[in-house]
């Protein structure tokens, strides 16, 4: 028998199970299943894939550098959790609230991301690379440096579109552009020579001279119209 115990975030035993080859994921299941209580739980380095953890309250939990990839959260409280450098790699995600989460670091790849919260969360260095986050929200949201190749905006916070050959994504507020597979600093784009412009591809340098004028106006527009742009800083100082 293996008995595993979970504890809060004060090192209090808050459960334990003892069953054949148990886990931490089966002992959590359990949990829920027994209306225990789940706010601050410390699931710190736990590995979690493939649980169904859908509607549970984690508010204030410390996830942080768990493996979390194809686990079920949907309609999940996460607000004030910690999940930094979590792995969410094909998480479902659905409608779940990560309000005032830390996510800095988190991998998002491939996470179903319909409806999700992420209103004064902290995604610097996440992620997010191929995610749709059409209908996500990210109020006040912290996306310093954020992976964001290959995303569907949600136009607010985060807008994309797909120009010719190449999927355009920017996020005026913290400055950051995606072309295609390559993501720079806006003041770092806009200075761009045409010799350097051509090394990205052979036909990058023709597509800039078609499009370049209209993603800057883009950029300019949502400058002027309440997104305070951090483009000419690279790092948090």
């Not at 930094?84 to 659905?94: D, H």
Request: net charge negative; charged share 20%.
């Amino acid at each position: 028998m293996t008995n595993i115990k979970l504890k809060n975030n004060n090192n209090e035993i808050v459960f334990s199970h003892d069953e054949e080859n148990n886990t931490v994921s089966q002992t959590l299941v359990l949990a829920i299943k027994n209306k225990i209580e789940t706010k601050n739980l410390n699931l710190s380095g736990a590995n979690l894939s493939g649980a169904n953890l859908s509607g549970a309250n984690f508010s204030g939990a410390n996830f942080s550098g768990a493996k979390l990839s194809g686990t079920e959260f949907n309609r999940t409280d996460m607000s004030w959790a910690n999940l930094t450098g979590a792995s969410l790699q094909r998480a479902n995600l659905k409608e779940t609230n990560f309000f005032g989460a830390n996510l800095s670091l988190a991998i998002f790849n491939g996470a179903n991301l319909q409806g999700t919260i992420f209103n004064g969360a902290n995604l610097q260095e996440a992620n997010l690379n191929g995610t749709d986050l059409y209908t996500a929200s990210f109020i006040r949201a912290n996306l310093h440096e954020a992976r964001l190749l290959h995303v569907i905006g949600n136009m607010q916070e985060i807008a994309s579109m797909q120009l010719d050959k190449w999927n355009v994504v920017i996020c005026v507020e913290f400055g950051i552009l995606a072309i295609g597979c390559i993501q720079y600093p806006i003041a770092e784009w806009r200075n761009f020579t045409d010799e350097e412009i051509g090394d990205f591809d052979k036909d990058a340098l023709v597509w800039c001279n078609k499009w370049k004028d209209i993603i800057i106006q883009i950029i300019d527009k949502k400058s002027q119209t309440g997104y305070s742009t951090h483009e000419n800083k690279r790092f948090n100082q």
